[in-house]
């Protein structure tokens, strides 16, 4: 198969929309060809007039550690261009910024996550270029957790960056996908075309969503490898917790909690008494760590270890958002006076719980809060909101 770099690069009529016209590149450390030579490179190797590059979290190279620790622009030593942050001074490219370029070329791997800021960066960058009359073309790249859907919407009102428009936590589309649907939803006057990949196909073996021949590559520090990918609608709700996730240690977001006074193999028992249904398609292994920094940094944690990998993942039965909703709840229901909710401004919203931003409202909140709710109110709330969704995508699927 080909990602969407790779059919611009090997395809000249594909780049003949280009000549003469000024491009710049969104990018990070996982926008690679298929030979792993990084996007910029590559296109300026074939002549194409790159004339700035943007980097979204983390950075252009990929070096910010954590979230909230943000890049300032610089100027590329090599090529002498602009290479602009758009999680530094702004989060929303600026008019100068855009006045850069005439096509802009998106080309960040995601993760299928609604928290996952690349979704966000999409749509401001889409929105400002409607503005500037600019062009935005998305060079395709798979969604790892494949097509599947799982969440609550979020609400109206709770929009952030980490919360771009009324999405799931799973969303099932590609970043091309997701542009179509942005294009609509928001009703943008804006010329926008999708780069698609050839050849992928998310609802079969063995990959589901991740070609079993191409590198994994970081997209960002801690997404280290196609488990995490796929745990990560699950496990990123961990940071709005006082349980670690894991940071500090060599599999970050791949651990349903640590912690170093939670007892895993009793929490991982009242998990299975409550909903057994909600532990399928993956396997769950007590462990201990010790993390080097973050949370609980230096202290020995109690953790279950999240295996959506091998023999032990089943793409359609593994469902990591109830996943680890179910984890709070049994924590709630061993531990009823335990902190579990970490107050602290998480992408700098500060009126509202981490939690509520990364779930994009309270619902799941007061669910693990109620001691009379059960798995299956839960359920009945993200049942509607993912077929209303599922619906909603129809029409911007490509990969179908």
Same mark, same amino acid.
């Given at each position: ?168 936590? *799973? ?8 542009? !179509? ?11 926008? *075309? ?52 894991? *940071?500090?240690?060599? *599999? ?99 009126? !509202? ?11 799941? !909140? ?35």
């Amino acid at each position: 198969m080909r990602f969407g770099i790779d059919r611009l690069l090997n395809e000249p009529e594909l780049r003949a929309e280009l000549e003469g016209r000024r491009v710049a590149l969104v990018a990070h450390p996982a926008s690679v060809t298929s030979r792993l030579q990084h996007s910029l490179d590559a296109l300026i190797d074939i002549g194409v007039n790159v004339t700035g590059a943007f980097g979204p979290q983390h950075g252009l190279k990929g070096d910010k550690q954590d979230n909230m620790v943000e890049t300032a622009d610089e100027t590329d030593p090599r090529y002498g261009i602009p290479i602009f942050s758009l999680y530094g001074e702004v989060r929303r490219p600026s008019g100068q910024m855009m006045s850069c370029a005439d096509v802009f070329l998106f080309d960040l791997q995601d993760l299928g996550c609604r928290i996952y800021t690349f979704v966000t960066t999409l749509l401001y960058l889409m929105e400002e270029a409607a503005k500037a009359g600019k062009s935005v073309w998305v060079l395709d790249r798979p969604n790892p957790a494949g097509g599947p859907v799982e969440g609550t919407l979020l609400e109206p009102g709770q929009e952030s960056f980490v919360g771009a428009a009324p999405m799931p936590m *799973r969303h099932g589309l590609t970043l091309g996908e997701m542009g !179509r649907w942005f294009k609509a939803h928001f009703n943008l006057d804006l010329d926008y *075309r999708v780069i698609e990949m050839t050849g992928w196909q998310p609802g079969h073996a063995p990959g589901y969503g991740w070609p079993t021949d191409r590198v994994w590559i970081n997209p960002s520090p801690n997404a280290a490898n196609l488990n995490m990918a796929r745990a990560y609608a699950g496990t990123v709700m961990l940071e709005g917790t006082t349980l670690s996730e894991g *940071r500090g240690t060599t *599999r970050p977001l791949e651990v349903l909690f640590g912690a170093p006074d939670i007892d895993a193999a009793a929490v991982r028992a009242e998990m299975e008494r409550l909903a057994p249904k909600w532990l399928r398609g993956c396997a769950l292994r007590e462990c201990w760590f010790e993390p080097t920094f973050h949370k609980h940094a230096g202290t020995l944690c109690n953790a279950l270890m999240i295996h959506a990998e091998g023999r032990f993942y089943s793409h359609h039965d593994f469902r990591p958002w109830r996943l680890q909703a179910l984890a709070f709840k049994a924590i709630r229901r061993l531990y009823p006076d335990y902190p579990l909710w970490r107050d602290f401004p998480y992408e700098y919203e500060f009126d !509202r719980l981490a939690i509520d931003v990364i779930n994009g409202g309270p619902s799941l !909140r007061n669910w693990v809060e109620d001691s009379e709710a059960e798995p299956g109110d839960l359920d009945d709330l993200a049942e509607a909101d993912e077929a209303a969704w599922r619906e909603t995508i129809a029409p911007h699927l490509i990969y179908s």
